[in-house]
Every structure is written in structure tokens, then in C-alpha cells.
């Protein structure tokens, strides 16, 4: 074992490197108070829990339509929105990373969980979910 890692120092290092990449990765998904939630987990929520659920997109996209009982709120908005701690939230927007932004920003706030909906609105979409305020 020993002479096949002194063989193979450039493999064995691209190993440790990814089994630590990978370990790190991992842990912050599963300590995060930020979490991914996708679109059946937010269809169970949605019935089974009172939760805000929040829309970041421009008013005219949200407008075309949005999830049943979604606000839109600007990303510009999240500092200032008004929300109590003990709430649960849930975020959505074009891209993942608008809706990690604001789900981290409420976390800050004190928002005792905090979701995003992986893949945004597109994901929702593609899986023929449901929207309101079709036009």
C-alpha cells in the first residue's frame, strides 16, 4: 500500500483533496440553516405548514405567474421585509443564487428556518407545477 502511494503522490494527493472537497461540501448542507428544498418537499410544506413564501423576481415576471400564495418582494427589499423569527421562509427566484441571498439574509434576521426552492421558478415550471396569476 505504502509503495503505491509513494508511486502515485500526484493521485493520491488529487484524492485526499477531493475526499476533503467533497466532506466540506457536504457538512455545510448539512449544518446550514440555509437548506435546498425541492418542488414536491415546497408542495408538502405549502399544505402541511403556515409558511412565507417569497418571490424575487421583477413584478412583471411575477406577475405572468407565481406560486400560489407567494409575495414579490425585490432582492433590494429583503434588509427592510418585516418577518417574525419563529417563521418559516421560503424563497424563489430565476436563479438559486438570488434566493440563497435573501434565504441567508433572513437567516441573519433570526428566522428560524430558511429555504430555497432548487432551481427556482424554472424548476417548478418544468415539473408542471401550478401557478397563479397566469396570463
Not at 9 to 31: C, D, R
Not at 54 to 66: A, I, P, V
Not at 91 to 96: G, I, M, N, Q, V
Not at 109 to 121: D, H, N, Q, S
Amino acid at each position: 500500500m505504502l509503495e503505491f502511494i509513494a508511486n502515485n503522490i500526484i493521485l493520491f494527493v488529487a484524492l485526499i483533496i477531493l475526499l476533503f472537497l467533497i466532506i466540506n461540501l457536504e457538512s455545510k448542507l448539512v449544518f446550514s440553516k440555509v437548506k435546498p428544498i425541492s418542488h414536491d418537499e415546497l408542495t408538502k410544506l405549502l399544505n402541511s405548514a403556515k409558511i412565507t413564501l417569497l418571490d424575487l423576481r421583477e413584478k412583471k415576471e411575477y406577475s405572468n405567474g407565481h406560486i400560489f400564495s407567494a409575495k414579490n418582494i425585490a432582492l433590494t427589499e429583503v434588509d427592510t421585509f418585516k418577518i417574525k423569527g419563529e417563521s418559516t421562509v421560503v424563497t424563489y427566484a430565476s436563479s438559486d443564487s438570488d434566493a440563497q441571498k435573501a434565504a441567508k439574509a433572513f437567516v441573519s434576521k433570526g428566522v428560524k428556518e430558511a429555504f430555497y426552492l432548487e432551481g427556482g421558478i424554472n424548476s417548478w415550471i418544468e415539473n408542471n407545477m401550478p401557478l397563479s396569476g397566469e396570463k
